[in-house]
Structures are given as structure tokens and as C-alpha cells.
């Protein structure tokens, strides 16, 4: 024992294996198990671990075993909080490849994880929208990718969100499927619409991926390239049985709907059956995927929904997965077991070799030569060896299990060092963004620094600039002022100079008249010398009275000069005064441009708000223009939707289709009524429009009602047109034709509000009277029985309308046997079809009469009061002989239809016999109804299942035309043409003897048409004769 005390396994703690020797009881109750906190602790950390390794930017596959421990941890969880805490932690918005793989390991457990995965993701719904908006952004790389794999994944939650009972994987069963409807065949056309969807966002995945990539060389083998193909498995496991479960629910909606109805479905899916068939092909030519899954394939064409039988069919398609070989980038930490067992081994050889010899193992043991050794005491060996091999054998399971105790350990140890470094990746790329966003906000704040110090540099110049200026305006300032005070002194100087300058102009210009007038006197004098000197003494006079006037100016002038100093120290008082309001003058000049700005920018404030207001204005003005042109608006596309619909109407008269469509008068005089009271009601709402035309909710539901009566009205017309002689029928149809016009002309009016104030539908009301006038006159004037014999008469057609129903059931059973007991292959395949859908027609045609049969008995016991049933049918002999003329119509279509079928199924008859037999049945039952219909209680029940049975007779005409095309184009599908064998000559003459056919057919064809327009018209002469027309013909002749 000691020479294996030496030996043990590199990586592994002498201390663990130095336990080999202790019981494996005593190594596994060594200790109490870890808390729940710290298993929880374990688990979040091995979890994030995978999660990191799955979901991770290296352009690889994801690898499956992360990928399955998520799963797994889902399911031990029961939920998805773990993954969602890790997700969170990702830039899943900065790396596209990141968020590929997210989407992929998150589909995964979508479809594989816990149920409660996807309760736990809904509310990353719209996480998840935006995620996809931002990468839809980008055109090239992951971006596209991730976009539309995002919005795959929201579709598939909301998909599953709505349907609870559809798993993650989308596995279910058949039994399963039919109960998700609830057997409501809305909740099936739903269901329809949403798989349609689902699938398209499947197949535009499909698509993106595949463009994305370089199909030139072989990308699947590339890392990058099955990093984009790996999520493609998953998609291609939906799609399978989406493709499944559409197929199967169109099949059950074809055989409760019209084929009609469901024209947009097989559309659809016919789209989707091309991309669908075209990946699967595309994806099994792939390497990538022959190892990995094995895709099916679609068949060559998509089912055939309008036959059921193509149900039987239908393969549904299978993936397979091969089981997985050992992942090549797995790394095993060290096979402990392998390495015990070499340890044991050697330890088991050491031993045998220490009891038994070296030279034991190179040859066959034999007793005998062991040194005389006795029976006993080799027995006592022999049991000391089993001993010492038991013995071994528990130390050797007990070192295993600490082996694998170890590795299992040391695999957890790794994982968590792989986390502890993937923690410290993610911290240091953390700490690098951190870094290089402070280094930014560092660079940025110095940047901020020397911007505030250049500013403040410039903010100080500005200053100082600012105070140079403030001192260079005092100054100036200062000078302003002795400028305005010299100025003032000047002016005040300037006026005492004028005033002198005045006064002295004024004694020079006397003085001037003084002198002037002296020498005028001296000439006088000299001239007049002799006469002075005789005057002398007068002058001498004169002369003194000369000095006296002169002195007497002295004094004036010196007068004047005291004047003039008083008058000079008023000016300057008066100057001081004027420089005191030349202040106050430039004090209010510098208020008045202080008010004058404020008034300007007033102006300018009081602009903008008139402009404002102004526009304003305008907006009101055109929202009130919008406002009052609305409802006009409203009623002009209400009035030319209704214009449309008459005609539409209009147009049908000239349908082909429409010329099998028939009515009865009664109905086209109650049709005619409807119309006149919807006219009465529509120009009391027009009145009532024109005096509150804000309100135009009351006229609208008017022009759509009348409209849609007009044209009822127009199309029931030529319904009766279609049943009565050729003349009436010319004059119904034309009249039909003018009240569509008028009611155009009449609608036209309506568009507008001066054609509206103007309109009159007293022409309206004037054509649809005449039509009622014609349909009057259409009214059968009675059998040629007696009114006691008509209840007896009633009653016999309806039991003989049921006894040829009953037989032809019996000959259509009697048929079917026939055919399967002569019949083989196709021919029989198609006469079971047909008879099939024949006797379908039957049962539902006898549950009409039956239910007929219950609403007349209603109608009889609620309408004759007092009196007996057959008096209530003579009472009411119109409305019993059109009960009557329908139930003989619906024998007489029922036994025709049987003979139409016999023959075809002989081979004797043509598929289109038994299709126009099919549509008489279906126009006798709708006659039938109608006049059931005429005197029933609106709330009876028995008039409720009339109906019901009304529809299922014409479902199973539908079914019959529809089983006879099928049968018709399955029959000419045998006869396929060859025509490789025949020379060109040979296919020129066919050719040439192909459209002589023609030419003779479209003849042929033209005179059947000829024909039937005879035949119909002899038809409605005998009709006449036997409901009394023929009286009425004559009256209406021209």
C-alpha cells in the first residue's frame, strides 16, 4: 500500500486522494450539503457563465452545450430571470453580432426552455421593437439581420401570447389542433391569419440570411458563415409545422365556407408554399446542414383545398435530428475515472506481486509448485486474496467517486475562474470606456478652462475699453457744456450788438435826414440869398429854435442810453432763463428719444402681435372654412359611394351571370316600397340638414340606406323581368334602367350645397311608381281551382314535393351501390363524389320542406283567427298559389337532378346538366322560402330554422357544382394530349380542323342561346296560362 502512496493525478489535491481508503459512505456524509443561498449563488454564476460563453462578439455558431445548459436552467429555475438579469448586462445595442447571437440563444429557449420563459419575456416586448428599429437603421452586416430576427421573436411571443394551448416548440397532435378553435369557424379563420403571419416572418428571415451571404464559394463551411446559418435550424423546425397546421386548417375552413370566401387564403399560402419549398431546397444543399438536420421536402404542387379528399393526401413534413456526435471544440478538463483505474491497477499489481511473486505473471499459476504448501492453507490464501480484492474493489469505487467528485469540482472551479476572467474582461473594458470618457471629459474641461480664460482676457479688455470710453465722454461731456454755455453768452452778445447796431443805424439815418435837409435849406438860402438876408432876423430866430430842438434830442438820447443799460440786464436775466430751459429742453429731448424708442419698440411688439393675430385670423378663418366645408365634403363622398352602388347595380343588368337570378313580383313591390319611404326619409333629412349644416350625421346613414334600396330595388326588377313574358319584361327592364338613371341624376345632387337647396326626388318617386305599377300588373291572377280546394291543394304538392325528394334519395342510393359494384379507379372516385354531393343536396333540401312545412303550419294557426285552414288559404289564395307553383318547382328540380345524375354517371350525360339542374333546385328552394317568408313572424323559430335550412340547400348546391367541376376536370385530366409523336403537317391540319370546331361551336352556341330565349319565352306563356298571366297580358299590350 505504501508503493502507491507516491502516485497521483496531476491537478488534483494530494488531500483528496489520500482518502482512498475511507468508505464511500463515509465520503459522501462527510459534511452537510450548501445552503440554498449559496446553491442559488452557484447557479447564477454558472448560468452567467454560459450565458457569456453562448452570447458573445466573436462571429462564430453559438455552441450547443452553453446553449443547453440555459435551457437546462431555465427548467431548474422554472423561468427566465437569470438570463434576463445576464441579457441586461450586454451591449446588445453597440455590437450586432452580440445581439445575433442573443436572438439565437433566446429562441432556443423560447421554443425548448420552461413554459414560464415566455411570461417572464413579454415584458421585453418593447425593448425588443426599439432594439429592432435602431438596427434597422443600418443596410449592410448584422443590422438587417438582427432587425428583422427581432421582429421574428416578438412575433412569435405575441403569437403564443394569444394562443396559450400552442407550446414553444409548436408539437401538437391533430385532436389538439381542433381544440384550439373551440370548434368556431371564426376562431379557425383567426388562427389562419396568424400562422400566415408567423410563417412570413419565418420565410423573410430565411431570405435576409441567404441574401446576406456570398452563395459563390462555400460560405457554410466558414466560421462567419455558419455563425449565420446556426439560428436558421430553429426557423426551419417552425416552419415545418406551421406549414403543417396552415394546410390542415384550410382544409377544415373549406369544408364549413365558400371556396369564394377563402380566395385570398389559398393565395397566400400558395406565395408561401414557393418561398417555403425553395429555402427547404436551398438549405439541404447546404454542408452545414447535412450534419446537422435533415430537411424535408415539399411535394412538387400544394394541395388541391377544393377537393376534401386531397386531405388524405397530405404528408406532413418531418425534420429529423441526427443524434449529435462529440462537439470537436469541447475541451476536457481530464478523465479522472481513466486515470484512477490505471492508478488501482498498478496498486492491484503492486500487491499481487508482493503475494504471489514477480514471476507469477509471466506464466500460468499452478499450486503445485508452490513450496508443499497444503489444501488449507491455499484455501485460507485464496480467501485472503478475495478479501484483499474486495477490499481493492471498494477502495477503487470509492476513489472513483472521489475522482469524480474531484472533476466535477474542478469543472465548476474552472467555470467559475472562466467567469471571475470574463467579470474582469467585462470590468476592464469598463474601465477603458470609463477612461477614455473621462479622458474626453478632461479634454473637454480644458478646452472649457482656456475658452473661460480667453473670455475673461476679453471681458477685462472690454472693460477697460469701457472706462477709457465712460472718462472720454465726461470730458466731451464737460466740453459740450462750455460749448452750449459760450454759445449762449454769444447769442446773448450778439443780440445787444444788434440792438446797438440798431439804435445807431437809426440816430445816423436822423442825422443823414438832418443834413440832408440843412443843404436842401442852404440852396434855398443861396438861391434865395436876397430874400434871407431880408429874413435875417426870422432866421436868426429859426435858428435858435434849432438849438433848442437839438438840445432837447441831447436829452432824449441820454434817456434812451438809461433805457438801454435796463433793458441790457433784462437780456441777461432773460438769457439765464433761456439757458435754464435750454437744460430742461435737453432733458425732455433725451426723455422724449427714451419714449420714442420704448414707443418704437411698442410699435414694433404691437406689429408682431397683429401679424399674430392676423394669422390667426386667417388660420380661424381657414379652419372655419374647413369646418363649413367638412360636412359637405362628407356628404358629396357619401354621395358618389352611393352613385357607385347604383351603378354597380346598373352594370349587373348586363351581367351574363345575372341572367339565371330570379324574383317575384310580391318581393319587387315591397322592394319598390322600401325605396319610396327611404326617398321620404332622405328629403326630410336633407331638410333638416339645410337648417343645421353642421350636422350632416343625420343625412349620411339616408344616402347609404337609399342607395342601397334603389338598387336592390333595380336588381330585383330585372329578377321578375327574368320569370315574366317578353313584353312585360322589356317594359320592367327598361323602367329599371330609368330609375337608375334618376337616382344617379338624383344622388349627383346631393354633392353640392346649390344642386342640394334644389333637388327634387318627385321623378324619383315617379319611376320607382312605375315600377310598382308594372309589378302590380305582374301579380298572378289565380289557379283555375276552386278557393275551398286550395288548403287540400297545398297540402297535397307539399307531401307530393316530399314523396319525390324520398325517391330521389332511394334512386341516388340505388345509384351509388350500383356504381360501387361496377365501378373501379377514377370513374368511380367521380361517381362517388357526385352522388355524394347529390344526396347532401337531398337531405338538406327535405329538411327545407319539412321546416317549411312547421312555418306554414305557424303562419295557418296565427292568421286565421276564427275560421279553418282552408278558409285562411282561400282567403289568402295570392300567397297560396305561390306556395303552391315553389313546392311543384322543387319536386320537379329534384326529380331532374336525379335523372341528370344517372346519366352522367352512365356516361351518357354532360357535367353541366347536372349543374344547371343544381341551380334551378337552388332558385325552386329560394322561391319556396320567400313566399314562407311573405306572412312569417319575424321572431318565429321555425322561421330561424327555415333559414338555417336555406343556407345548408345552398352550401350543398355549392358543394354539388363544385364536386361536378372537380369530377369534370379530374376526367379531362385522363385525357391528356400527346402530341410528340405527330409531324408538322400533321399539327397544322389539326390545328386548322381545331378551329373549324370553334367557328361551328360558336355557331352552334349562338343558336342554343337563340333557343333558350324561346324556350323561356313559351316557358312564362304556359306559366301564364296556369297562374292567370294571360289576362294580364292583354291588359298591359299596347
Known sequence: MERSSGRHVPGVPLGLLGRRGASPGAAGGGGGGPGDSAEREAFERGQTVSINKAINAQEVAVKEKHARTCILGTHHEKGAHTFWSAVNRLPLSSNAVLCWKFCHVFHKLLRDGHPNVLKDSVRFKSELSDMSRMWGHLSEGYGQLCSVYLKLLRTKMEFHTKNPRFPGNLQMSDRQLDETGENDVNNFFQLTVEMFDYLECELTLFQTVFSSLDMSRSVSVTAAGQCRLAPLIQVILDSSHLYDYTVKLLFKLHSCLPAETLQGHRDRFLEQFKKLKELFYRSSNLQYFKRLIQIPHLPENPPNFLRASALSEHISPVVVIPAEASSPDSEPIMDLAEAENA?????????????????????????????????????????????????????????????????????????????????????????????????????????????????????????????????????????????????????????????????????????????????RKTQEQGEVLEALRRELMSSRAEAQAMRGTLDSTAQSEAEQSTRVAALQGERSALAETVAQRDQEAAALEAEVRQLKAR???????????????????????????????????????????????????????????????????????????????????????????????????????????LAHLLADAILQASATSHMTP?????????????????????????????????????????????????????????????????????????????????????????????????????????????????????????????????????????????????????????????????????GWGATLMVDAADLVVQGKGKFEEL????????????????????????????????????????????????????????????????????????????????????LELESHLQKERLRLGGLRKKHYELAGVAEGWEQNGADIAP
Not at 289568402?876 to 298559389?881: A, D, G, I, L, Y
Open 343 to 519: 492508478s488501482q491497477q498498478s496498486l492491484f499489481d503492486n500487491k499481487f506481486d508482493d503475494i504471489f511473486g514477480t514471476s507469477f505473471g509471466s506464466g500460468p499459476f499452478n499450486f503445485n509448485a508452490q513450496n508443499g504448501m497444503s489444501r488449507d492453507e491455499k484455501d485460507r490464501l485464496i480467501e485472503h486474496l478475495q478479501r484483499e480484492i474486495a477490499s481493492l474493489k471498494e477502495e477503487l469505487s470509492s476513489f472513483r467517486a472521489e475522482s469524480q467528485c474531484v472533476g466535477v469540482q474542478l469543472r465548476g472551479r474552472v467555470s467559475e475562474l472562466e467567469a471571475e476572467l470574463a467579470e474582469e474582461r467585462h470590468r476592464t473594458r469598463r474601465a477603458l470606456d470609463e477612461g477614455e470618457f473621462l479622458r474626453a471629459e478632461a479634454e473637454d474641461l480644458k478646452r472649457r478652462h482656456h475658452d473661460t480664460q480667453r473670455a475673461q482676457r476679453s471681458l477685462t479688455e472690454i472693460e477697460r475699453k469701457a472706462q477709457a470710453t465712460e472718462q472720454r465722454y465726461a470730458k466731451l461731456k464737460e466740453k459740450y457744456s462750455e460749448l452750449v454755455q459760450g454759445h449762449a453768452e454769444l447769442l446773448r452778445k450778439n443780440a445787444e450788438v444788434t440792438k446797438q447796431v440798431t439804435a445807431a443805424q437809426q440816430a445816423q439815418g436822423e442825422a443823414q435826414r438832418d443834413q440832408r435837409e440843412a443843404q
Open 599 to 705: 414707443l418704437q419698440d411698442q410699435s414694433q411688439a404691437a406689429l408682431e402681435l397683429r401679424d399674430r393675430l392676423a394669422e390667426k385670423e386667417s388660420e380661424a378663418e381657414a379652419l372655419g372654412g374647413r369646418l363649413r366645408d367638412q360636412p359637405w365634403a362628407i356628404l358629396g363622398c357619401a354621395a358618389r359611394e352611393a352613385q357607385q352602388v347604383v351603378q354597380e347595380a346598373l352594370g349587373r343588368l348586363d351581367d351574363p351571370a345575372h341572367a339565371g337570378c330570379t324574383s317575384s313580383a310580391d318581393y319587387l313591390l315591397s322592394r319598390t316600397l322600401a325605396a319610396s319611404e327611404g326617398t321620404d326619409r332622405l328629403e326630410e333629412a336633407c331638410g333638416q340638414f339645410l337648417a343645421d349644416q353642421s350636422d350632416v350625421s343625420v343625412l349620411l346613414p339616408c344616402v347609404s340606406r
Open 726 to 890: 317578353m313584353e312585360p319584361a322589356d317594359r320592367l327592364l327598361e323602367a329599371g334602367r330609368e330609375c337608375g338613371a334618376e337616382a344617379l341624376a338624383f344622388l349627383a345632387g346631393l354633392e353640392d350645397r346649390e344642386s342640394l337647396e334644389r333637388n327634387d326626388p318627385t321623378a324619383l318617386r315617379t319611376r320607382l311608381h312605375h315600377i310598382a305599377t308594372i309589378g302590380e300588373e305582374l301579380l298572378p291572377k289565380g289557379l283555375d281551382v276552386e278557393q275551398e280546394r286550395l288548403g287540400d291543394l297545398v297540402d297535397q304538392e307539399m307531401a307530393a314535393t316530399a314523396a319525390a325528394i324520398e325517391a330521389a334519395s332511394a334512386r341516388i342510393e340505388e345509384m351509388l351501390s350500383k356504381a360501387r359494384a361496377g365501378d373501379t379507379g377514377v370513374k368511380l372516385e367521380v361517381n362517388e363524389r357526385i352522388l355524394g354531393s347529390c344526396t347532401g343536396l337531398m337531405q338538406a333540401i327535405r329538411v327545407l320542406v319539412l321546416a317549411s312545412k312547421d312555418l306554414q303550419r305557424d303562419i295557418v294557426e296565427s292568421g286565421r283567427g276564427a275560421a279553418s285552414p282552408k278558409e285562411f288559404y282561400a282567403r289568402n289564395s295570392r300567397w297560396t298559389e305561390g306556395l303552391i307553383s315553389a313546392a311543384k318547382a322543387v
Open 915 to 998: 349543374m344547371v339542374c343544381s341551380h334551378e333546385i337552388a332558385a325552386s328552394t329560394a322561391q319556396l322560402v320567400a313566399a314562407s317568408k311573405v306572412k312569417a313572424d319575424k321572431e318565429s323559430g321555425n322561421l330561424r330554422r327555415l333559414q338555417t335550412a336555406s343556407r345548408g340547400v345552398t352550401q350543398a348546391t355549392a358543394g354539388v357544382v363544385a364536386s361536378t367541376k372537380a369530377a369534370q376536370s379530374q376526367a379531362q385530366e385522363t385525357d391528356s394530349m400527346d402530341f410528340s409523336a405527330m409531324t408538322l403537317t400533321q399539327i397544322k391540319r389539326q390545328e386548322m380542323d381545331s378551329q373549324v370546331r370553334v
